[in-house]
C-alpha cells in the first residue's frame, strides 16, 4: 500500500482535473440552466422515487438553508414538487417531476456530447484503461460512502 497522503493528494488532483477539463466547460453551454447544486439535487432524486429534506440534504452536505433555496429554485422551474407527510405534518418530501427528468435527461446528453469529443483524443488502449479506473475508483467510493 501506497501513503495515504500520496493518494488523497492524487484524488484530489483527479477530481480537480475532472471538473477543469470535463465538467465546467461543458456545463456552461448547456441549455437547462441550473447550477451545479441544483443539478447534484437532479441527480440524487433520480435515483429515488420521493426523498425527505434531511435525507437530500445529508446526501448533498448542505445545510437546511442551503437546500431550502436548492429546492425552491427546482420547484419554481417545475423539476421538483415537495409535499408533507400524511402521517407527520414535520417531514417533507421531495421527488422528481417529469419535467425534471426530462431536464436531466438533456444535462446528460449535453455531458455526453460534450465529453465524446474529449474521449476521442484517447486511444482504445487508454480508454480502456480509463474504464477500468473509474470503475475501481467509483467501487472504493460507494464502499466509503456506504460506511459513512
Request: proline content about 1%; overall charge neutral; hydrophobic content about 35%.
Amino acid at each position: 500500500m501506497q501513503n495515504k497522503s500520496e493518494l488523497l493528494k492524487e484524488l484530489t488532483d483527479v477530481g480537480h482535473l475532472f471538473r477543469k477539463i470535463l465538467t465546467r466547460p461543458i456545463e456552461s453551454n448547456c441549455k437547462v440552466n441550473v447550477k451545479p447544486s441544483q443539478k447534484y439535487a437532479l441527480i440524487a432524486l433520480s435515483s429515488h422515487s420521493e426523498m425527505t429534506m434531511s435525507e437530500l440534504g445529508r446526501d448533498l452536505l448542505v445545510s437546511k438553508q442551503q437546500l431550502t433555496i436548492i429546492v425552491g429554485e427546482l420547484l419554481r422551474k417545475g423539476y421538483v414538487e415537495r409535499y408533507l407527510d400524511k402521517n407527520n405534518l414535520r417531514i417533507v418530501y421531495v421527488r422528481l417531476t417529469e419535467e425534471g427528468r426530462n431536464a436531466l435527461n438533456e444535462i446528460y446528453t449535453h455531458v455526453e456530447t460534450g465529453l465524446s469529443s474529449k474521449l476521442d483524443l484517447l486511444s482504445a488502449e487508454e480508454l480502456d484503461a480509463l474504464m477500468s479506473a473509474a470503475v475501481s475508483i467509483k467501487k472504493s467510493l460507494e464502499k466509503i460512502d456506504e460506511n459513512e
